[in-house]
Every structure is written in C-alpha cells, then in structure tokens.
C-alpha cells in the first residue's frame, strides 16, 4: 500500500466551496474506490472506478463527484452540495478481483 | 445487496489472552473475506484473508475461519500483545461483472491490557 498516496493530509473547507481530495497510485491496478469513515463508524463507499473513464456510484455518493481521466489518478470533490462532510476519506485500489489496498488518508474539516 | 455484520464493537483482554472477531455475511455470492487492522488516525492495512474455497487460513498469531453454509467467518489473535490493539474490520467481496466491491463490517475495537 505505500503505493497509494493522498493528498493533502488536511482539508479545511469554506461554507459553500468544493474542494478536491486527490489520490494517485504506481502500482497499476485497474481498480480505484473511495471510502468516507467517520469516528467511530466503518467505512462507506462514496464512488468506484474499474477502467479509465468509468465510474460507478457507491453508497453515499449524494454530494461527491470524481473523475477518472487516467488509471494512476482518481481524485473526489466534495461538492457545496455535501452539507456535512467533516469526516476521515480514505482511497483504495486493487488488482481485478484481488484485495484493496489503502492509501495514508485524508482528513476533512469544516470551517 | 451484500450486509456484513460485525460483532462485537469492543472488545478488552489481558495480554497473552486470546481474541475473536467474529462477522457474518448475506450474500452467498461473496467469495473473498479480508480482514484489515487500523491504528488511530492510520489507513487500514491487510492482515489476513481467505477466499471461500478455504476452510481456515493461519499467519502466525492469526487465524481466519470461514463457515459457507453458515455465512460466517471468524479472526482468531492468540497470544495477544499491546500492540495488538487497534480497530479491526472484516470485508466481504462480491465481485460485479469486472470490479471487485468490498463491503465492510463496523469495526471491532480491541484493547489488549499490559
């Protein structure tokens, strides 16, 4: 997993700003998902992506948008719309079929 | 869908007890059960898993035991040592066409007492 990395470490976002929490991989998996956790909670899938340019939505993902222009990268932003999205975003990828990998986090506060 | 239920939420022992975590499944179609460890504030990281043509699976200090009929699977942490303590989650994949879509359980909170 010290393949995956997300950045920044640390969000602050404004009333009413999208911001975009970016995730990138080198270790050529097809694969790219993201995961919001809140304390205590488990992890909730926001939007997955098998294949360049394509995208499928998760659980919750009223709120997000993401993109996926290139295998390596698959960032999320947090859209207006998302009325409370203080919480821990997780990005992951994986080989077909195989385990999901976890990149370092990014943590998402409200100002 | 797929639903995990994961039990319990907390779990406390004495160093050199041992653990279990135990997790059930809905979806007969899931194949594929890891389970991650995640430290305070840290990503989840893979300590074991099994695939469901296994019955058990060993690494150490860890075991992980899968029921199909009964869609239950189980982590087992023998001879349990501070460091052990952590969140832990189990996952079921239910594979989709090409993608591969974990779903998680709530976590189990395990102290292990010095």
């Known amino acids: 997993d010290g393949g995956i990395t997300q950045s920044p470490k640390y969000l602050f976002r404004k009333e009413g700003q999208n911001v975009t929490l970016s995730c990138e991989q080198n270790?050529?998996?097809?694969?790219m998902y993201w995961y919001r956790q809140d304390p205590g909670q488990g992890l909730r899938l926001i939007y997955y992506?098998?294949?360049?340019?394509?995208?499928q939505k998760g659980d919750i993902a009223e709120g997000y948008s993401v993109s996926r222009e290139k295998k390596e990268s698959f960032p999320l932003t947090v859209t207006s719309a998302q009325k409370n999205p203080t919480a821990f975003y997780l990005c992951?990828?994986?080989?077909?079929?195989?385990?999901?990998?976890f990149g370092p986090g990014t943590r998402l506060l409200v100002l | 869908g797929e639903n995990v239920e994961q039990h319990p939420s907390t779990l406390s022992v004495q160093e050199g007890d041992s653990a279990v975590i135990k997790c059930t499944y809905s979806?007969?179609?899931?194949?594929?059960f890891p389970w991650y460890k995640q430290e305070l504030g840290k990503r989840p990281q893979l300590i074991i898993d099994?695939?469901?043509?296994?019955g058990e699976k060993k690494d150490q200090r860890i075991a992980v035991t899968l029921n199909k009929t009964a869609k239950h699977f189980s982590l087992h942490i023998t001879e349990t040592q501070p460091e052990d303590s952590a969140v832990y989650f189990c996952?079921?994949?239910?594979?989709?066409?090409?993608?591969?879509?974990?779903?998680f359980g709530t976590g189990t909170s395990l102290t292990v007492i010095p």
């Open positions: 992951a990828s994986s080989a077909s079929q195989e385990t999901q990998y």
């Open positions: 992506s098998q294949i360049v340019n394509d995208f």
């Open positions: 270790l050529n998996h097809d694969a």
């Open positions: 099994i695939r469901s043509n296994v």
């Open positions: 996952a079921a994949s239910n594979p989709r066409g090409a993608g591969n879509q974990f779903y």
């Open positions: 979806d007969s179609a899931s194949n594929y």
